[in-house]
Nanobody, 122 residues
């Protein structure tokens, strides 16, 4: 019913930048929030950044000041601009969105993308 398609991952050197994109499609009535999570090898998945429907933003302390999340409401798309990348930013980055479907009574359900790999080398 809903698909989240991520793009923009890749291999970069420390200090460089990448921009991730995630587009939501399907039977969408309303997108409540859009977020980026990441999971490094051997570690738990963690929240990187979130933007709500009313524009509130929060970041993990480790990326605050280096990453910027934004969204295009018309396109149901969220972006993550990642600057000054560090070795410890290497991870699979997952898009997450809380979405209310057309015809459903719930406030929203969580959906996940399949992930995009970001590798930062020295």
């Amino acid at each position: 019913q809903v698909q989240l398609v991520e793009s923009g991952g890749g291999l970069v050197q420390a200090g460089e930048s990448l921009r991730l994109s995630c587009a939501a499609s399907g039977n969408i009535f309303r997108v409540n929030s859009m977020s980026w999570y990441r999971q490094a090898p051997g570690k738990q998945r963690e929240l990187v950044a979130r933007i709500t429907s009313d524009g509130r933003i929060n970041y993990d302390d480790s990326v605050n000041g280096r990453f910027a999340i934004s969204r295009d409401r018309a396109k149901n798309t969220v972006y993550l601009q990642m600057n000054n990348l560090k070795l410890e930013d290497t991870a699979v980055y997952y898009c997450n969105s809380n979405i209310k479907l057309v015809g459903m009574n719930h406030y929203g359900l969580d959906y996940w993308g399949t992930g995009t790999l970001v590798t930062v080398s020295s």
